[in-house]
């Protein structure tokens, strides 16, 4: 594997509910949970998972928007945010992010213009240069400088909106580029269009992206290793062929059994998962799915499985005991699941 | 078909952009304007006053000031006085244009002053939120346990009478409510993505403020501040009334109101005058702030 530019260690964001009339700290939504991971530069690696599982809160602490509790973030060999590291500020001027929701992303009174050069002012350039620039990254994602350029976010459609936001993400000329459901909420041609863009932006400029989405098919075409989590923990990880093509975790599998196909003889037969993901303030004991897992036996509430390389071989990472030999499941990795 | 005019003269092109950009959203603004007749009326009467104020030594046709005892409560129409004459025989036409100027004094000033004070409160407690937030609504809280008249009486009492005196009593008025609309305005768009995308690409708070947050802000606070002018004028001739604004013989409507109070069974119409135009130009006020937000949102 190729040096990683981007390195994730035991990241953990725990959120404080209020409550009570002195305003106690009563519990903590376990958000992000102690994850790990490396993506290499060039590489895209696409995070998937439920709605409330942590991915969103994921990208927010890799721009530092939130400040982790515990962990840290290396990017390019540097720790964000120590002395002796990167400064948040110069991490933000490499890695950048684009927005799901394509109208709240953009100041309702600022022309397209002044959105997209932003940022580089912001860094010191000149206003004049920073314009051009803007002019020169709205031709790059496929809209007419002239026609656009003047114009008030209201008054575009999602996909030309969408299409800003990534303008203004490239417009420091970020090494990363993080994609939080960036697509998910276009139509099906318009979100086809954006991500052939994406890819093409990605190769022209040497882009490493870190894809986050709850659309699987979306996440295969466009990464090329897949990180699932489940209740702000990480219980697989590995390329795109290893994880759709052979799940390891009883949830990648559940969650890849609920992928709709388009050809009728793939039809979902088994219902998938049922009922919603257990509470994230108080996640149950030992392994987080062992409610919604069809495998569940006693050592899973008793132990939590840890994040394991599957054998020496590939680079697909479980964390389930199933997996693990010594672990004592009873179905202890009947190889072919 | 895009960059044939772009890489030859970035400063040529710079002005027209600025130009085009500034005059995009506020041409829809008076375009919008221009098809509105009820806000053009009264964005017209509201100018009449203004400038009949304004120019109140010149378009007045006797000494405001100068009384004569036989001529007291001539009604509107006689020979000399166009709209008739006090209880103590001054000329009431020169009295309102003079009185004018006076109550719109009291009526924007205080708006004005609680603007500035009330919105960078309201602003440092949204932008900023958590503690400081708490600290600052809280106090602001406080003044809410007052009706707005008893406050501003309170207050004016307290300090005595007198022009500035009644000004600062409104400021402290209106400094409670427009830090809270500026607090709620600020505090939604403080959560809005643009703002965390201007965080994320490394801009300080002063700059993301200054860029992103005033802009989004001002227009609804401007708004509702304009509402509250005609609120001010009212509480202003208010206290004038009750004797803690303007001091006699100064013309004020809201005192004028009050020294022809007596005089009501004898000379109705000239009596109602300075109340007629108090209702007017708040309600010129009203009507504007109305048209000025439906002109002025950007959804439209």
């Given at each position: 594997m190729k040096p990683a530019l981007l390195?994730?260690?035991?990241?953990?964001?725990?959120?404080?509910?209020?409550?009570?009339?002195?305003?106690?700290?009563?519990?903590?939504?376990?958000?992000?949970?102690?994850?790990?991971?490396?993506?290499?530069?060039?590489?895209?690696?696409?995070?998937?998972?439920?709605?409330g599982c942590g991915k969103s809160t994921t990208a927010r602490l890799l721009m530092r928007l939130i400040s982790p509790d515990q962990g840290a973030?290396?990017?390019?060999?540097?720790?964000?945010?120590?002395?002796?590291?990167?400064?948040?500020?110069?991490?933000?001027?490499?890695?950048?992010?684009?927005?799901?929701d394509s109208y709240s992303s953009l100041n309702p009174r600022m022309p397209i213009e002044g959105s997209i050069a932003f940022g580089p002012i912001v860094h010191?350039?000149?206003?004049?240069?920073?314009?051009?620039?803007?002019?020169?990254l709205l031709a790059k994602v496929g809209l007419d400088p002239n026609l656009f350029i003047r114009r008030y976010p209201?008054?575009?459609?999602?996909?030309?909106?969408?299409?800003?936001?990534?303008?203004?993400?490239?417009?420091?000329?970020?090494?990363?580029?993080?994609?939080?459901?960036?697509?998910?909420?276009?139509?099906?041609?318009?979100?086809?269009?954006?991500?052939?863009?994406?890819t093409e932006?990605?190769?022209?400029?040497?882009?490493?992206?870190?894809?986050?989405?709850?659309?699987?098919?979306?996440?295969?075409?466009?990464?090329?290793?897949?990180?699932?989590?489940?209740?702000?923990?990480?219980?697989?990880?590995?390329?795109?062929?290893?994880?759709?093509?052979?799940?390891?975790?009883?949830?990648?599998?559940?969650?890849?059994?609920?992928?709709?196909?388009?050809?009728?003889?793939?039809?979902?037969?088994?219902?998938?998962?049922?009922?919603?993901?257990?509470?994230?303030?108080?996640?149950?004991?030992?392994?987080?799915?062992?409610?919604?897992?069809?495998?569940?036996?006693?050592?899973?509430?008793?132990?939590?499985?840890?994040?394991?390389?599957?054998?020496?071989q590939v680079s697909q990472k479980v964390a389930c005991h199933m997996t693990n030999p010594s672990s004592g499941h009873t179905k202890v990795n009947s190889k072919e699941s | 078909m895009a960059m044939n005019e772009s890489p030859a003269s970035p400063s040529s092109i710079d002005v027209t952009q600025v130009v085009a950009k500034s005059r995009n959203y506020w041409s829809t603004v008076l375009d919008r304007l221009s098809r509105d007749p009820v806000t053009l009326a009264f964005g017209a009467i509201l100018l009449l006053i203004l400038l009949s104020a304004i120019f109140a030594d010149v378009l007045a046709p006797a000494d405001p000031f100068k009384t004569s005892m036989i001529k007291r409560l001539k009604?509107?129409?006689?020979?000399?006085?166009?709209?008739?004459?006090?209880?103590?025989?001054?000329?009431m036409l020169s009295r309102l244009l003079y009185g004018g100027r006076l109550s719109l004094v009291m009526g924007i000033s205080p708006v004005a002053f609680a603007l500035v004070i009330g919105?960078?409160?309201g602003l440092v407690a949204g932008f900023l939120g958590g503690k400081i937030n708490m600290a600052i609504m809280r106090t602001i809280d406080v003044f809410y346990a007052f009706p707005s008249v008893l406050l501003a009486i309170a207050i004016s009492g307290a300090l005595g009478a007198g022009i500035v005196n009644a000004i600062i009593s409104l400021t402290i008025v209106f400094i409670p409510p427009i830090a809270r609309v500026t607090e709620s305005v600020t505090t939604q768009i403080r959560g809005l993505d643009y703002v965390e995308a201007a965080r994320a690409s490394g801009a300080r708070s002063l700059t993301i403020i200054r860029a992103h947050v005033?802009?989004?802000?001002?227009?609804?606070?401007?708004?509702?501040?304009?509402?509250?002018?005609?609120?001010?004028?009212?509480?202003?001739?208010?206290?004038?009334?009750?004797?803690?604004?303007?001091?006699?013989?100064?013309?004020?409507?809201?005192?004028?109101?009050?020294?022809?109070?007596?005089?009501?069974?004898?000379?109705?119409?000239?009596?109602?005058?300075?109340?007629?135009?108090?209702?007017?130009?708040s309600l010129s006020f009203n009507m504007l702030s109305d048209g000025l937000r439906t002109a002025m949102d950007i959804k439209l």
């Open positions: 390195k994730v260690e035991g990241l953990k964001k725990y959120f404080p509910i209020k409550g009570g009339i002195f305003n106690k700290t009563v519990a903590h939504v376990q958000a992000v949970d102690e994850i790990a991971f490396e993506v290499p530069r060039g590489e895209t690696l696409g995070i998937v998972g439920e709605s973030v290396v990017f390019d060999g540097m720790e964000v945010g120590r002395s002796d590291g990167i400064s948040v500020r110069d991490m933000r001027k490499r890695m950048q992010m684009v927005f799901q010191g350039l000149q206003p004049s240069v920073a314009r051009q620039r803007a002019r020169e209201h008054e575009l459609s999602g996909g030309q909106r969408q299409r800003i936001n990534i303008a203004r993400a490239l417009a420091l000329e970020p090494d990363v580029l993080i994609l939080d459901e960036a697509v998910s909420a276009l139509d099906k041609s318009v979100e086809a269009q954006v991500l052939n863009l994406l932006l990605k190769q022209e400029l040497n882009l490493t992206f870190i894809f986050i989405s709850h659309d699987l098919n979306v996440v295969r075409y466009m990464s090329d290793r897949v990180l699932v989590m489940y209740l702000g923990k990480i219980v697989e990880i590995g390329t795109v062929d290893e994880i759709y093509d052979s799940p390891r975790h009883p949830y990648t599998a559940a969650l890849l059994s609920a992928m709709p196909s388009m050809d009728p003889d793939k039809r979902t037969t088994v219902s998938p998962l049922t009922g919603d993901p257990p509470n994230p303030i108080n996640p149950p004991s030992g392994c987080r799915f062992r409610t919604r897992c069809p495998f569940a036996e006693r050592v899973c509430s008793e132990m939590e499985p840890e994040l394991q390389p599957l054998s020496e | 009604p509107i129409g006689t020979d000399g006085f166009p709209l008739g004459a006090d209880e103590l025989g001054r000329d919105g960078f409160l005033l802009a989004n802000v001002a227009g609804p606070v401007f708004i509702y501040a304009t509402s509250l002018i005609s609120v001010s004028i009212i509480l202003a001739s208010g206290l004038s009334f009750l004797g803690l604004g303007t001091e006699p013989p100064n013309p004020e409507w809201g005192l004028m109101l009050n020294t022809l109070r007596q005089s009501i069974y004898v000379s109705p119409w000239v009596a109602t005058l300075p109340g007629v135009l108090i209702f007017i130009t």
